[in-house]
C-alpha cells in the first residue's frame, strides 16, 4: 500500500469548476494541484508527478486534446491516467479524445458520486503501475550492486546501455523501443549472478566447465527475470546477447535476423565495451584498435553488419567531439 497521499492535477480554465472539483478531492483525502491553461498544465504534470489528471477539453491556447496528446507520447507521463471533462456530447469528441490516449470521460455538469467512482478506479490502475516499476526497478538496482562488486565490471552495464540506446536511436527506432533497449543493457549480465565468482575472476583461459558456466549467463538471465511480466519483451534481448549473426552463438545458434534486434544491439556494444575495458586477463584495447576489428569483420560474421556501420560513425562522432 502506499503511504503518501495521491495527487490529482486539475487543469480547467474555469475557476468555479476548479474549485467544485478541489472541493470534492479534498474531502476524499487527496492532494490537488491545479492550473489553470494547458501550457502550465503541461509543465506541472511532467514537474509535479500526479498519479491522475483530470483535464478540461475547451481551453484557449493547448487544448485539451493536444495536452492529452501531448502527455500520452511523453516517456515520463504517459503512465498518468486522464479523465476529460466536457460539456461536448457529440460522439465524435470523444473519438478524438481516446484518440489523444485519454482513459476516461466525464461530462459537465458532473455528478459528485460518478466523478469519486471514475477517479478511484483509475488510481487503482495507477498504483498497480506503480508497483509494477518498483519491481523493475529493483531488479535494476541489483544488477548495477551486483557489477560494483567487481572492479572490472564496474559500470560496464550502464555504458553498454547508453551506446545500445544510440544504436537504436540512429537506425531510428520508436523512444519506447530505445528505453526497452537501454533496460536489457543494464540486464543483459544479469545471470552471472549465477555464475562462480571464481570463474568470472580469472586470469587464464577458461577450461571447458569454466566456459560452459560462464555462457550459461544469458539464460540464467532470462530465467531470473521472468517472473515479471513488465520485462518480458526484454527477456529475449538478454537470453540472445551472445548469438552470434553467423549462427555459431549462444545459446540456441541463432542466426542472421533470427536473432532479436535489441540483441543484435546489445551484442555490439557488449563486446565495444567489452574491448575496450580492462579485464583480469588482459589490459583495455585502444577504441581504433577495437573498431578495425568491427570494420574487418566480413558480411557473415559476429554481428549485423548495418548496426555495425551506424554503430562505427557513432563511436567516431563521440571521438571526434
Ligand atoms: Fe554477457
Given at each position: ?8 492535477l ?16 479534498c ?64 460522439i ?7 484518440n ?28 498497480l ?16 550492486a ?62 571447458g ?79 581504433e ?33
Amino acid at each position: 500500500m502506499h503511504n503518501r497521499r495521491q495527487r490529482i492535477l486539475v487543469i480547467d480554465d474555469n475557476i468555479t469548476n476548479v474549485e467544485l472539483l478541489e472541493a470534492y478531492l479534498c474531502a476524499a483525502d487527496y492532494e490537488v494541484i491545479t492550473a489553470y491553461n494547458g501550457h502550465s498544465g503541461l509543465e506541472m504534470a511532467i514537474t509535479e508527478a500526479p498519479d491522475l489528471l483530470l483535464l478540461d477539453i475547451m481551453m484557449p491556447g493547448l487544448d485539451g486534446y493536444q495536452v492529452c496528446t501531448q502527455l500520452k507520447n511523453n516517456e515520463k507521463t504517459r503512465f498518468i491516467p486522464i479523465i476529460m471533462i466536457t460539456a461536448l456530447t457529440e460522439i465524435e469528441d470523444k473519438i478524438k479524445g481516446l484518440n489523444a490516449g485519454a482513459d476516461d470521460f466525464l461530462s459537465k455538469p458532473f455528478n459528485k458520486h460518478e466523478l469519486m467512482a471514475r477517479v478511484r478506479s483509475l488510481l487503482r490502475i495507477k498504483s498497480l503501475h506503480d508497483d509494477l516499476d518498483s519491481s523493475e526497478d529493483i531488479i535494476l538496482t541489483l544488477a548495477l550492486a551486483l557489477e560494483a562488486k567487481d572492479p572490472y565490471t564496474k559500470g560496464h552495464s550502464e555504458r553498454v546501455a547508453a551506446l545500445a540506446t544510440d544504436l537504436a536511436k540512429a537506425v531510428g527506432l520508436s523512444d519506447r523501443a530505445q528505453d526497452r533497449i537501454h533496460k536489457a543493457g543494464i540486464l543483459h549480465d544479469i545471470g552471472k549472478i549465477g555464475v562462480s565468482g571464481k570463474v568470472l575472476s580469472k586470469k587464464g583461459a577458461l577450461q571447458g566447465d569454466e566456459y560452459e558456466d560462464v555462457i550459461a549467463h544469458p539464460s540464467i538471465g532470462a530465467t531470473i527475470c521472468q517472473p515479471l511480466k513488465s520485462l518480458s519483451d526484454i527477456i529475449p534481448m538478454i537470453k540472445h546477447h551472445h548469438e552470434r549473426y553467423d549462427g555459431n552463438g549462444k545459446p540456441d545458434g541463432l542466426m542472421g535476423e533470427e536473432i532479436p534486434l535489441g540483441a543484435r544491439i546489445i551484442s555490439i556494444a557488449d563486446t565495444y565495451d567489452a574491448m575496450t575495458s580492462t579485464r583480469p586477463y588482459r589490459k583495455a584495447m585502444q577504441k581504433e584498435m577495437a573498431l578495425s576489428i568491427f570494420e574487418s569483420e566480413t558480411n557473415n560474421g559476429q554481428w549485423d553488419q548495418e548496426l555495425v556501420k551506424h554503430f562505427i560513425k557513432i563511436i567516431a562522432k563521440q571521438t571526434s567531439s
